[in-house]
């Protein structure tokens, strides 16, 4: 798949005859939430491939994660882990975490054609790396699009061993400056000898003041500066059970 990825798209020629070529119908549209700008586009071939990658970011036996470790061997070999990184967070979090786009791809009564159109869009308009957006293809190829957002969570954890990077989830009840979340990202790293640190921030009320810091393997680290933790500690230190009353 590695080596499918990397080969150069070329025009895609039907096999129809010039006649059946004119008679044929114009491709599907569909309009996305996402206010993509639909137009003709040239259809390129699937490239499909059945080498492993020798980088060592295999990981994983699950389809979502050999589909990530070949993107992510891919990435390897262009030096681009981290921009690539970047379009697969983007294709999950702006265009497949949208359910009815994702129920369009994975619909069996919608030709592959129209799928391949629209995922050429997107990438277009993403200005997705030629690989990345070969490989989204390969999805729609495949049909596995519906594991799309398994293959971004595993490619980001593949990402993060090879950069030696440590992710940690900062939960606050208003947005923090960026000098607070730089030194957070400071202490993480000396907390974890990390190479790198990459911040994900939340808002949570609940917390009423202060910060919370998740890291480690499924954020199985905390850090709690709440105060709704200090609160919680104080509530728990007047407990002191029943008293007796001195007659």
């Known amino acids: 798949m590695a080596a499918a990825l990397q080969q150069t798209p070329i025009t895609f020629r039907s096999r129809s005859p010039p006649s059946a070529q004119l008679q044929s119908k114009p491709p599907t549209k569909l309009s996305l939430s996402s206010n993509f700008k639909l137009t003709r586009l040239t259809l390129r071939p699937l490239l499909r491939g059945r080498n492993r990658g020798r980088s060592g970011a295999r990981m994983a036996n699950t ?12 990435a390897l070999a262009n030096g681009t882990l981290a921009a690539t990184a ?3 967070e983007k294709l999950a979090s702006e265009v497949f975490s949208d359910e009815a786009v994702l129920s369009y791809f994975t619909n069996p009564t919608v030709r592959d054609e129209a799928k391949r159109e629209i995922a050429d869009e997107i990438s277009r308009s993403l200005k997705l790396q030629p690989h990345v957006a070969n490989f989204v293809n390969i999805l729609v190829d495949m049909k596995r699009v519906d594991l799309i957002k398994e293959i971004a969570a595993e490619f980001e954890l593949i990402a993060n061993r090879l950069s030696e990077t440590e992710v940690a989830t900062v939960a606050s009840v208003v947005e923090l400056e960026p000098q607070h979340l730089a030194e957070i990202a400071k202490r993480v790293q000396k907390l974890t000898g990390a190479k790198n640190v990459k911040l994900k921030t939340v808002i949570d009320k609940s917390l009423l003041a202060g910060i919370t810091i998740r890291y480690g393997n499924s954020g199985s680290k905390l850090i709690d500066l709440s105060v709704k933790k200090q609160l919680e500690e104080i509530a728990a230190q007047l407990d002191l059970g029943d008293i007796q009353l001195v007659g």
């Open 86 to 88: 970047a379009d697969v």
């Open 63 to 74: 389809a979502s994660g050999s589909y990530a470790s070949a993107l992510a061997d891919v």
